[in-house]
């Protein structure tokens, strides 16, 4: 019952207008990058690569009235799957795990989405995938209807969303490369210099040549996403570790020194 009540509530949050506070705390500094633009959207990492990079101050200003900044803890889920779509979001910080349920209950994690991802499914009223907060999370959440309508009436916003979606599956099929091909060794180096590369939206991993970051998934989770056993990811993690590819701390801080290196061990 307190499950199903978590559900219940996470719902409710995901539909509602404010934060836990109420409030929207954002910096009121302007520059050349922020004049005109609403303050709830000036210090958004995520603005400028997302859809709402697509539109003018104006644009930008109409839908930040229905928008509200969110926290979701690790664990919360934000949308069923096969549940009606109120609103969608765009990821501004964290990871979301999405996955897809099968009738005997086992469960498959389908898809990771990091900063500036968008959230929800348009043009369709359910959603076809469950997503819950694999690491804290914040977003930017809107109304389904406002979206909607601003959609139809600014084609550059479309657009963006478009070019995100074929990101989406552009990457989908890097993974069916990676799970069909790979071997076990090119499978880790693979999901770890995903997340190196995409859990900050705020650090180019790639140009500054290292990254550090907390495993958003546990290793159990790892090998279901990777199609290995448990046993094969820790003994993966263990070479790289030996080699001197990733530092570890604990059981979730991973450092990697050197990202192009840990690049050429991922079999691309």
């Known amino acids: 019952m307190a499950a199903y009540g978590q559900i219940l509530a996470a719902r409710a949050w995901m539909a509602a207008g404010t934060d836990e506070s109420g409030k929207i705390v954002?910096?009121?500094?302007?520059?050349?990058?922020?004049?005109?633009?609403?303050?709830?959207?000036?210090?958004?990492?995520?603005?400028?690569?997302?859809?709402?990079g697509a539109l003018t101050p104006d644009e930008l200003t109409r839908l930040s009235k229905h928008t509200s900044k969110r926290h979701a803890a690790h664990g919360m889920e934000l949308v069923g799957e096969s549940e009606e779509?109120?609103?969608?979001?765009?990821?501004?910080?964290?990871v979301v795990k999405l996955s897809k349920m099968m009738p005997d209950g086992r469960q498959q994690i389908v898809g990771l989405q990091f900063a500036p991802d968008f959230l929800g499914r348009p043009f369709q009223s359910t959603s076809n995938v469950t997503a819950e907060a694999a690491t804290d999370v914040h977003l930017c959440v809107f109304p389904k209807s406002t979206l909607d309508s601003m959609m139809k009436e600014a084609p550059s916003m479309e657009n963006r969303l478009l070019q995100q979606t074929l990101k989406e599956l552009d990457d989908a099929r890097e993974w069916m490369l990676t799970l069909g091909r790979k071997t076990a060794a090119e499978k880790v180096a693979s999901f770890l210099f995903m997340i190196a590369v995409q859990?900050?939206?705020?650090?180019?991993?790639?140009?500054?040549?290292?990254?550090?970051?907390?495993?958003?998934?546990?290793?159990?989770?790892?090998?279901?996403?990777?199609?290995?056993?448990?046993?094969?990811?820790?003994?993966?993690?263990?070479?790289?570790?030996?080699?001197?590819?990733?530092?570890?701390?604990?059981?979730?801080?991973?450092?990697?020194?050197?990202?192009?290196?840990?690049?050429?061990?991922?079999?691309?």
């Open 26 to 52: 954002s910096d009121q500094r302007e520059d050349i990058h922020t004049t005109g633009v609403p303050v709830v959207c000036q210090q958004c990492e995520a603005r400028h690569k997302g859809i709402c």
């Open 85 to 94: 779509t109120e609103s969608y979001a765009n990821v501004m910080g964290g």
């Open 199 to 268: 859990i900050d939206p705020t650090h180019d991993a790639e140009r500054e040549g290292s990254a550090t970051f907390d495993l958003p998934l546990t290793r159990g989770e790892i090998a279901d996403f990777l199609g290995i056993t448990i046993e094969t990811v820790s003994r993966q993690m263990t070479k790289l570790r030996k080699t001197g590819l990733i530092v570890l701390e604990g059981t979730r801080r991973v450092s990697v020194p050197d990202i192009q290196a840990l690049r050429d061990e991922t079999g691309v």
